[in-house]
C-alpha cells in the first residue's frame, strides 16, 4: 500500500524532525571566532549540521557536549544529503581537563607549597 502526503505536510513533518532533533541533542561545533551551530547527529567518523549553518565552517574546530569540552577536531564536508551537510574527522584529539606536562609527575611529589606569613 502506498502513502501519498501532500508536499506542504510533507515539508512540515520534516521541518518538524528537523526541530526535534536538534531540541533533544545538547552537541554543538564552536569555531574559533567563537561562534557555534547545534549538531543534528553525530557517528563515530563525523557529524551532520542543517546546511543553512554550516556554510562557514571548516578547518580546526571544537566539539562539546553542553559546556563540556569533549574534543578539537580537523575536519572537512564531505557531502550534502537528505537535508544535512555532513562533515568527516580528519584528525581528532581528546579534550582534557588538565595541562599536558612535559615531565613525569611523581606520585610523593607535594600538591602545593604554603608559604610562611610571619
Given at each position: ?37 547545534p549538531i543534528m547527529r553525530a ?13 562557514q565552517i571548516r578547518g580546526l574546530v571544537d566539539l562539546y557536549d ?53
Amino acid at each position: 500500500m502506498d502513502t501519498y502526503l501532500p508536499q506542504d505536510i510533507q515539508d512540515g513533518l520534516d521541518r518538524a524532525r528537523k526541530a526535534a532533533a536538534l531540541r533533544s541533542n545538547k552537541l554543538r561545533v564552536e569555531m574559533p571566532d567563537g561562534s557555534w551551530r547545534p549538531i543534528m547527529r553525530a557517528w563515530e567518523g563525523g557529524f551532520a549540521l542543517e546546511p543553512e549553518r554550516a556554510s562557514q565552517i571548516r578547518g580546526l574546530v571544537d566539539l562539546y557536549d553542553g559546556v563540556r569540552h569533549m574534543s578539537r577536531c580537523l575536519i572537512v564536508a564531505s557531502s550534502q544529503e537528505a537535508g544535512e551537510t555532513q562533515f568527516e574527522y580528519k584528525r581528532m584529539t581528546d579534550a582534557s581537563g588538565t595541562q599536558p606536562l612535559d615531565f613525569v609527575r611523581r606520585s610523593d611529589a607535594p600538591v602545593g607549597l604554603l608559604e610562611d606569613h610571619s
